[in-house]
């Protein structure tokens, strides 16, 4: 696994959202919130296994994100996710109790995805340019 750069990890931890797009068939993305725990970058369908995106996500397993101007190829984990308990505490503190109840639901945390950076043969360093 690839980690986050110390800049990719500055641009994030400013961001309130990110576009995800899933595969290669240049489908549109989608704006959704995202948390960092440990390093580790985390989004979750509030509306569970049955989203068109997350399935998406869980059927191709890379992708991309967006955040503002930069873009950068990633690798979606479905499978392997850290104990809820904790990305439940960080959505509550990035979004607030009422937002944050959306993401810490039954259902989103059956459709948590950890997001990766792709390994890159071009040397990019990341999100940041």
Known sequence: MTTWTPGDLA????????????????HLGVEIGMVLVDGELYVRAYR???????????????GQIRVGAVT????????????ASEIDAAYRYKYGQAA????????????????????SSKGATGLVR
């Open 11 to 26: 641009v994030l931890t400013g961001a309130e959202s990110l576009v995800l797009t899933v595969g290669d068939d240049g």
């Open 72 to 83: 950068r190829d990633v690798l979606l984990d479905t499978r392997d996710t850290r104990p």
């Open 48 to 62: 569970g296994v049955r989203s068109s995106w997350y399935q998406a996500a869980h059927r191709h397993s890379h």
């Open 100 to 119: 944050g109840a959306l993401a810490v639901s039954p259902a989103a945390h059956a459709a948590t995805i950890r997001i990766d950076p792709a390994p």
